[in-house]
T-cell receptor
């Protein structure tokens, strides 16, 4: 079966711009979680969506937002980009609303570089 | 706040050796732990998990040990192979189901 697909794989943006990242979960999976991964902080939880509803949100500023569509695909948006937003953004899908307890399948991530 | 950390940022071993990767956690309420492997250019991949009511769990060539007294978690890889080279990190989960991840240890296996 197809894995978790994240697009694009690489992205370069300028400070002040906004960006939208996409995540298509495994077919049948209804939960999508987003993480930011940096060398200094490791994996930091951004938010979790289940059945088009945001269930949990991490400690990130309001510039970070997301949504989930009826087909379970999810997008995250970062507005007014800062240099510190440069990171690998990972999404993980799981079958039901128990997130990681169901077992995460991670995508390969989107590498965002802000210049 | 409480967090998960790792003792060694880099571990170099020879092929065939056993590897031990350590993780300290500080939230005594954590009741579920997972080890992940992340290869270059890929997302994290589940290796093995353990619940707080267990001390040890074994998988294929991997063993996870949990010491709740000192809040310590370790991953043992037997007969380490070059394909095991990756970053390994642990995650602790509490009742909210939101994991806290450690920063990771880079395992380098020399042939």
């Amino acid at each position: 079966k197809a894995g978790v697909t994240q697009t694009p794989r690489y992205l370069i943006k300028t400070r002040g711009q906004q960006v939208t990242l996409s995540c298509s979960p495994i077919s049948g999976h209804r939960s999508v979680s987003w993480y930011q991964q940096t060398p200094g902080q490791g994996l930091q939880f951004l938010f979790e969506y289940f059945s088009e509803t945001q269930r949990n949100k991490g400690n990130f500023p309001g510039r970070f937002s997301g949504r989930q569509f009826s087909n379970s695909r999810s997008e995250m948006n970062v507005s007014t980009l800062e240099l510190g937003d440069s990171a690998l953004y990972l999404c993980a899908s799981s079958r039901s609303g128990q997130g990681i307890m169901d077992g995460y399948t991670f995508g390969s991530g989107t590498r965002l570089t802000v210049v | 706040g409480e967090s998960v950390g790792l003792h060694l940022p880099t571990l170099s071993v020879q092929e065939g050796d056993n590897s031990i990767i350590n993780c300290a956690y500080s939230n005594s309420a954590s009741d579920y732990f997972i080890w992940y492997k992340q290869e270059s250019g890929k997302g994290p991949q589940f290796i093995i998990d353990i619940r707080s009511n267990m001390d040890k769990r074994q998988g294929q060539r991997v063993t996870v040990l949990l010491n709740k007294t000192v809040k310590h978690l370790s991953l043992q890889i037997a007969a380490t192979q070059p394909g095991d080279s990756a970053v390994y990190f642990c995650a602790e989960i509490t009742g909210s189901y939101i994991p806290t991840f450690g920063r990771g240890t880079s395992l380098i296996v020399h042939p």
